[in-house]
C-alpha cells in the first residue's frame, strides 16, 4: 500500500521558519512536489524534486525562501522554509509521480498525495 505522511506543519511569526516532511512507503517514485492550497483558492505548484538526480525547481514566489530536499535511506521529501510570509499560509500538500517526463509544476501530473498539514504564518 503507498502512503505519503506528512508532517511538521503548525503556526509561526511573519519572517519564522518551518520544515516540513513527507515520508513515502509502498513503492519507489521518480518526483516529488509540493504544493499549496489556501481557502478559496485552487492548489498552487510550491517546489518538487527528481529522485534520483535530486535535481529541484521553484515557483517564483517562494525562490530563495523555501529548499526541497531528500533522504534516500530514509524515503523521506523535506521542504525547508524560511522567511516565511503571511501569503504561505496553506495547507500544503506532498505528491509523488511514477513519471519524470510529466510537467512538474500540474497537479495532474502526480499520482499520489499525503493527507497535507497546515501551515499558519500569523502577521
Do not use: H
Amino acid at each position: 500500500q503507498v502512503q505519503l505522511v506528512e508532517a511538521g506543519g503548525g503556526l509561526v511569526q511573519t519572517g519564522g521558519s518551518l520544515r516540513l516532511s513527507c515520508a513515502a512507503s509502498g513503492r519507489t517514485f521518480s518526483g516529488y512536489g509540493w504544493f499549496r492550497q489556501a481557502p478559496g483558492k485552487e492548489r498552487e505548484f510550491v517546489a518538487r524534486i527528481n529522485w534520483s538526480t535530486g535535481g529541484t525547481n521553484y515557483a517564483d514566489s517562494v525562490k530563495g525562501r523555501f529548499t526541497v530536499s531528500r533522504d534516500n535511506a530514509k524515503s523521506t521529501v523535506y521542504l525547508q522554509m524560511n522567511g516565511l510570509k503571511a501569503e504561505d499560509t496553506a495547507v500544503y500538500y506532498c505528491a509523488a509521480t511514477l513519471s519524470p517526463f510529466r510537467v512538474y509544476t500540474n497537479v495532474e501530473s502526480y499520482d499520489y498525495w499525503g493527507q497535507g498539514t497546515q501551515v499558519t504564518v500569523s502577521s
